[in-house]
């Protein structure tokens, strides 16, 4: 039966068996040099187990697995029906392990218990289940040629994939990266976040059981000045794809440059303007979704609203509304169903968080809520939503991502003076609009220099839509929909002569 209440949650926590080791060719093995790392449950800083930190021996290992399993064919020479099969066997599977999911997920990150199951997981098995069912609806193409020749151009998997995931949404992150790689016939290797290995080694092994092949999928759990600079820098991997930090973006592009030249695709981060007018059709509403933008997820997302722009003509209102907002957004034990944000991954971030907020307050801006440590007893990393007015753009908490539940508000005259402010950062993940007038949210949104821009909402969109940014929030392709599998493929033109002596 489901756990309901924290008592429950706590007690079916207790009998969740985490994996350790590393994955390679189908089997379990402990690092080369038997070192292992502890990976801490940040809601009590209680360490939940040791797991097998991987190094370059380990990668080169898991590599050279990889690229047997791809140059033999045993995934890549399948038909796509079957490896679409197998990607929703796997979909099958995580559902019905989902509450073993659910429990590593919320131990491992402190994602609250309500929603690492209906968000996270679910997430999960809609991606894979998605593209499993795409894998045999691609088709080639002709090109438009003379009647004397015919052009073929086909979309081939580029070999082997190295996945670098970040630890906010390991589960979802994961799928939005194996999913479409898999489905395209490549091989990988996996780096999890140090910070949140445990999903991602329970879900591999279900991928074993969902039936693809041994080898094909491989993790290997570590840091990323060494496990993962070891796969950005591996000569026998063709592309890597990472999410996380612009800092460590920017390192894969110069592993690539040292290595093979592979190709990289990396989303990097964000300081999303969450734009509100004076005439927002429901400004009560706007105001609600403040809260879901940046408090959500203990503020720990790429495109976390962390930059609020209001209308003057509105301005003490929203910023009145959102202060109050703070109420129902404290933190507290993950494993309560009635929590709606959980602790800081670890305590190095919280260091981040808390140093921002000093910075906020030493530059001027006005704290109107939040901006202390809290839930200090529990032995775990919590800070209270926290939210500035009167912010400058040209602040540190307004240009920097912060990572956290921590709220810039800052005030606009007009649609210039927004789209201004709302431009001047080096990211270009996100952006939303709130307002009834249909040509300003379409002028708008096209000036906005984001990948994706919201209108009259927050975060609602699909595995169907491509996901990724502009300037230093990404560069090398998408993830999500069709257009992700830009990443995996290579495309091939074979070009044959159907005129008379030859060439």
């Known amino acids: 039966m489901t756990p309901r209440t924290l008592e429950d949650w706590t007690l079916a926590a207790q009998s969740v068996t985490p994996r350790t080791n590393i994955l390679i060719n189908g089997e379990w093995r402990e690092a080369l040099t038997g070192e292992r790392f502890d990976t801490v449950n940040p809601a ?55 509450e073993e999911l659910q429990l590593l997920e919320t131990l491992d990150v402190g994602k609250p218990v309500r929603y690492s199951r209906r968000v996270d997981v679910a997430q999960a098995v809609s991606t894979y289940e998605w593209y499993g069912e795409a894998a045999d609806k691609l088709y080639d193409e002709i090109a438009p040629t003379a009647p004397n020749a015919l052009g073929l151009i086909r979309r081939e998997p580029v070999g082997v994939v190295g996945a670098v995931t970040p630890w906010n949404f390991p589960l979802m992150i994961n799928s939005w990266k194996l999913a479409p790689a898999l489905m395209a016939g490549n091989s990988v290797v996996l780096k999890p976040a140090e910070q949140a290995p445990l999903s991602a080694l329970r879900v591999a092994e279900l991928a074993l059981e969902a039936g693809i092949p041994p080898g094909v999928l491989n993790v290997v759990p570590g840091y990323g000045e060494t496990a993962g600079r070891s796969l950005g820098l591996h000569p026998h991997v063709d592309a890597v794809t990472f999410t996380g930090s612009t800092e460590v973006g920017k390192l894969f592009l110069e592993y690539s440059a040292r290595s093979n030249m592979k190709r ?56 009145e509304g959102v202060a109050a907002l703070t109420g129902s957004w404290q933190p507290g034990n993950p494993l309560d169903p009635a929590t709606k944000a959980g602790p800081i991954v670890d305590a190095t971030q919280l260091d981040r968080v808390t140093r921002y907020i000093e910075s906020g307050i030493d530059q001027g801006a006005r704290l109107i809520a939040g901006g202390n440590t809290t839930l200090t007893d529990t032995g775990g990393y919590f800070v209270e939503p926290t939210v500035f007015a009167d912010v400058d753009n040209a602040m540190e908490i307004a240009q920097d991502e912060i990572f956290g539940p921590v709220l810039s508000i800052i005030p606009f005259d007009d649609d210039a003076d927004a789209l201004r402010i709302a431009n001047d950062t080096r990211y270009g993940l996100s952006a939303a609009i709130w307002t009834s007038n249909l040509a300003r949210a379409h002028t708008m949104s096209a000036a906005l220099k984001a990948g994706t821009v919201w209108v009259n909402n927050f975060d609602t969109s699909g595995i169907t839509a491509p996901f990724g940014g502009y300037k230093e929030s990404g560069f090398g ?17 074979t070009w044959i002569n159907l005129g008379r002596g030859g060439v």
């Not at 990889?66 to 099969?85: C, V």
């Not at 392709?477 to 033109?493: E, I, P």
């Open 264 to 319: 990289v695709s990396a989303e990097t981060g964000g300081k999303t303007p969450n734009i509100i007018f004076a005439d927002a059709p429901d400004l009560d509403f706007a105001i609600g979704a403040v809260g879901f933008s940046i408090f959500w997820n203990t503020g720990e997302m790429c495109i976390a609203g962390s930059r609020l722009l209001v209308q003057r003509d509105v301005y003490d209102r929203v910023t």
């Open 477 to 493: 392709g998408k993830d999500k929909s069709l257009h992700a599998l830009d990443k995996y493929t290579n495309l091939k033109t």
């Open 44 to 98: 009590t800083g209680e360490t939940i187990t040791t797991v097998a930190s991987g190094q370059a021996d380990d990668i080169n290992d898991a590599v050279v697995s990889a690229r047997a399993a791809f140059e033999d064919g045993r995934w890549s020479g399948l038909a796509p029906r079957d490896r679409g099969q197998a990607l929703i066997r796997l979909a099958q599977l995580i559902d019905t392990h989902g």
